[in-house]
């Protein structure tokens, strides 16, 4: 047995323990939730018009272009078909990038192109405010900070914009619409996940659309009511730090502090200290195959509170005898990073399960 794998049976069997003693609160039942959160994402349906212009290589077809998410939200794509003589339909799996980055950031595509070499196709997104979605392209994620705080300030509940996580969740929803019309797409074998944003962004379309069969949340799982109440909401609140020191002038404080973080989180995010926060939503996703990839040390997703998480998620599992289909691999004495380890832990709980 290499080191790895023994390093990682030592943290599940403490994981085991820290579950156990972690209280998990009340939710809703997971079909209310899943309805509210649907309700809650739903918009005008368009149609995708994909286009996409494509490059030949000996082991693949990338595919660059996009489809439209709603009437003017035009979503960059990348897709990476693999090339296998006589093989015509293809398991799929969509990874998506953290807060700053785009699709083709380089540990979306250290998860995406070995996949391919093992027959996977491989998708990514420009999540909202991120990459080609801002004309001339992103600055890292100050468009994102800047919409995110329009959002706020934004009283027209008619119109109401979600760029903080609902928005491109819901783009995600449409992507495996448009993913599951192509012919050479596999529509039983989709797997989703992704890293930081992209990670709490993956939980939340999986939690809704059982076409995703299988899941990796890449430190992603925490719990937003969690480090509210224990004042531990500084690291998450970080991602876009400027949009909240506005919002707290708005309010007439001169810094940040758990009541003005509240409010912006109410605002911009409803419902995701409740029946939306991270632990009720992983439950929506049982039965189905869940990877969870966590630090003990992460700022943005604090232990106490990712215990809280996999709390929920382990007894959704158990209550439909499906322990087997989750992992929750916590390394230890490590922040808010995907590593090596990540990807490798990642790529092969895909290839496990999709191509059984």
């Known amino acids: 047995m290499n080191q790895l794998r023994l390093k990682y049976i030592i ?13 998990t609160p009340t939710y809703p039942p997971t079909a209310q939730v899943a309805v509210d959160f649907k309700a809650l994402l739903q918009r005008p349906i368009v149609e995708a018009k994909p286009s996409f212009t494509v490059t030949h290589t000996d082991s693949m077809d990338i595919e660059k272009g996009s489809i439209y998410t709603e009437a003017t939200e035009k979503m960059p794509v990348v897709i990476y078909k693999p090339v296998i003589k006589g093989q015509t339909k293809f398991p799929v799996v969509i990874f998506l990038h953290g807060t700053g980055g785009s699709k083709d950031a380089g540990e979306v595509k250290a998860v995406l192109l070995p996949l391919v070499k093992r027959g996977i196709m491989a998708v990514s997104i420009d999540a909202r405010y991120h990459g080609e979605r801002v004309e001339g392209g992103a600055h890292g994620s100050r468009e994102y900070v800047t919409a995110a705080y329009q959002a706020w300030k934004t009283n027209d509940a008619t119109h109401h914009a979600y760029p903080f996580l609902y928005d491109t969740s819901y783009d ?10 192509r012919p050479d797409v596999n529509a039983d074998r989709i797997g989703m996940g992704g890293i930081s944003m992209g990670g709490m962004e993956t939980y939340m379309a999986a939690a809704v659309d059982p076409r995703i069969k299988v ?7 925490q719990s937003f009511k969690w480090v509210l109440d224990n004042n531990q909401w500084q690291g998450r609140a970080g991602t876009i730090s400027d949009a909240h020191k506005k919002a707290a002038a708005d309010l007439g ?15 911009i995010l409803p419902g995701v200290t409740g029946e939306f926060d991270c632990p009720s939503l992983l439950r929506l996703i049982a039965p189905r ?23 929920a998620a382990t007894d959704a599992y ?3 005898k499906a322990g087997n289909n989750i992992n929750i691999v916590v390394q230890p ?7 090596a380890e990540d990807t490798w832990l990642s790529v092969e709980w895909f290839a496990r399960w999709l191509l059984k």
């Open 289 to 311: 195959p869940l990877l969870i990839l966590s630090k003990d040390k992460d700022a943005n997703n604090p232990y106490g509170g990712a215990q809280i998480a996999f709390a």
């Open 172 to 181: 995600l929803l449409q992507l495996v619409d448009y993913l599951v019309t």
């Open 11 to 23: 943290a599940a069997l403490l994981l085991q323990t820290s579950v156990v003693l972690a209280q």
């Open 318 to 320: 158990k209550q439909q």
């Open 253 to 267: 404080d001169t810094g940040l502090n758990t009541a003005n973080v509240t409010a912006v989180w109410n605002k």
């Open 215 to 221: 899941v990796v949340v890449g430190i992603a799982a």
């Open 333 to 339: 004495n490590l922040g808010h990073v995907f590593n």
